[in-house]
């Protein structure tokens, strides 16, 4: 998970009424670039409907991606981006539970996935999200951020990955080893979906600390310095204000899953081996969170082999793991890095997705 911004915070005494009026901090702006706010206070509205199902007018396909529908829980449809191989022979698959906002990955999914010569690639989609959509982080309906919590994606996912395993078994396709990627918040959601993933080689973190949300979120709003503005969101997720009530952006309900979301735990218990990628100038997510998960990861490999975790620094990258180029230092698109690695891993799966970066 990430904080955006580290612009001055911004307080008002609270109101009279029960509902506190805090404006926005920019600080605790989670994977916004703007704040959906009423007058700078947190508001209240009624329960959403269900998700509708997306538009029939979707292209069918772009290129060599294909847009598809699988289910989703109560009848809501999960978009996805299909791609075949593109080149054969095909080795393995990767799955993709992108991170957060209300944009589609198919404008930059050419680029994006380039690397993955030897893959297939299906990337989920939130419910109610075009997968072709550029909306800004900021400017989310606010249909979609009252709906936007992390059960509930995780709910519809896990419906997804199950009804693509049948259609995978339904059609003869090759019984391929599989990879699933979380990109920053889509990480939180890879421990609960990992047994709905048949032969699954092992979990890919990119810009993700592999904390729960809560302790990483804390590590960055100290740094930040924004502590009392992190722990009076925790008291009102804490409270009794219905789930619909909009603070920092997000609704209660979503600040209410993050509060208690676990994600460290069932990693480090999990059978899967973990590959994580992370920038060193992240500004999203703090180093100290990533360092903090090493020390659990450590005694997690010395439990279960060398192989159960890997990690790779990548200098001077940002959160999307992107180093621009600069005197003495060449730019570096780190997510390629990770799909070459995989790619060295699939000519010789039996050494396990870690063995390309322990080599070096």
Same mark, same amino acid.
Request: a positive charge.
């Given at each position: 998970?990430?904080?955006?911004?580290?612009?001055?915070?911004?307080?008002?005494?609270?109101?009279?009424?029960?509902?506190?009026?805090?404006?926005?901090?920019?600080?605790?702006?989670?994977?916004?670039?703007?704040?959906?706010?009423?007058?700078?206070?947190?508001?209240?509205?009624?329960?959403?409907?269900?998700?509708?199902?997306?538009?029939?007018?979707?292209?069918? !396909? &772009?290129? #060599?991606?294909?847009?598809? /529908?699988?289910?989703?829980? =109560?009848? *809501?449809?999960?978009? %996805? +981006?299909?791609?075949?191989?593109?080149?054969?022979?095909?080795?393995f698959r990767v799955i993709v539970v992108p991170g957060s906002g209300c944009a589609?990955?198919?404008?930059?999914?050419?680029?994006?996935?380039?690397?993955?010569?030897?893959?297939?690639?299906?990337?989920?989609?939130?419910?109610?999200?075009?997968?072709?959509?550029?909306?800004?982080?900021?400017?989310?309906?606010?249909?979609?951020?009252?709906?936007?919590?992390?059960?509930?994606?995780?709910?519809?996912?896990?419906? !997804? &990955?199950? #009804?693509?395993?049948?259609? /995978?078994?339904?059609?003869? =396709?090759? *019984?391929?080893?599989? %990879? +699933?990627?979380?990109?920053?918040?889509?990480?939180?959601?890879?421990?609960?979906?990992?047994?709905?993933?048949?032969?699954?080689?092992?979990?890919?973190?990119?810009?993700?600390?592999?904390?729960?949300?809560?302790?990483?979120?804390?590590?960055?709003?100290?740094?930040?310095?924004?502590?009392?503005?992190?722990?009076?969101?925790?008291?009102?997720?804490?409270?009794?204000?219905?789930?619909?009530?909009?603070?920092?952006?997000?609704?209660?309900?979503?600040?209410?899953?993050?509060w208690r979301w676990p994600v460290a735990e069932p990693l480090l218990d999990g059978?899967?081996?973990?590959?994580?990628?992370?920038?060193?100038?992240?500004?999203?997510?703090?180093?100290?969170?990533?360092?903090?998960?090493?020390?659990?990861?450590?005694?997690?490999?010395?439990?279960?082999?060398?192989?159960?975790?890997?990690?790779?620094?990548?200098?001077?990258?940002?959160?999307?793991?992107?180093?621009?180029?600069?005197?003495?230092?060449?730019?570096?698109?780190?997510?390629?890095?990770?799909?070459?690695?995989?790619?060295?891993?699939?000519?010789?799966?039996?050494?396990?997705?870690?063995?390309?970066?322990?080599?070096?």
């Amino acid at each position: 998970m990430g904080l955006l911004r580290s612009g001055g915070l911004h307080r008002t005494a609270p109101a009279a009424s029960a509902a506190p009026c805090r404006k926005a901090s920019p600080v605790l702006a989670f994977f916004l670039g703007a704040l959906v706010f009423v007058n700078g206070c947190s508001v209240t509205e009624p329960r959403p409907a269900a998700p509708q199902p997306l538009a029939t007018e979707l292209p069918a !396909a &772009l290129g #060599a991606w294909r847009v598809e /529908q699988l289910p989703g829980e =109560a009848g *809501a449809r999960v978009a %996805v +981006l299909a791609r075949p191989e593109r080149t054969a022979p095909a080795r393995f698959r990767v799955i993709v539970v992108p991170g957060s906002g209300c944009a589609g990955m198919g404008p930059l999914a050419e680029r994006y996935f380039a690397g993955l010569l030897h893959a297939q690639v299906l990337v989920l989609h939130k419910p109610g999200v075009d997968p072709f959509a550029r909306t800004a982080p900021g400017d989310c309906a606010r249909r979609f951020v009252q709906q936007d919590r992390l059960s509930t994606w995780l709910a519809h996912a896990r419906v !997804a &990955l199950q #009804a693509d395993a049948l259609a /995978q078994q339904n059609r003869g =396709a090759a *019984a391929l080893p599989q %990879v +699933l990627v979380g990109i920053s918040e889509g990480a939180e959601l890879l421990p609960g979906l990992a047994p709905h993933v048949p032969r699954l080689a092992g979990l890919v973190l990119l810009s993700a600390s592999g904390l729960d949300p809560r302790e990483s979120g804390a590590l960055q709003a100290q740094r930040l310095g924004a502590t009392a503005d992190w722990e009076a969101l925790g008291a009102m997720a804490d409270g009794t204000l219905p789930d619909s009530t909009i603070v920092q952006g997000r609704s209660l309900g979503y600040w209410r899953d993050l509060w208690r979301w676990p994600v460290a735990e069932p990693l480090l218990d999990g059978p899967w081996p973990i590959v994580q990628v992370w920038g060193s100038d992240d500004a999203l997510v703090p180093a100290a969170a990533y360092e903090r998960f090493a020390q659990l990861a450590h005694q997690r490999r010395a439990g279960h082999g060398p192989t159960a975790w890997c990690a790779r620094r990548i200098d001077g990258a940002d959160h999307g793991l992107e180093r621009k180029a600069s005197p003495g230092h060449a730019a570096i698109d780190g997510v390629q890095l990770v799909w070459a690695w995989l790619e060295q891993w699939a000519r010789a799966p039996h050494a396990g997705v870690c063995a390309p970066l322990q080599r070096g």
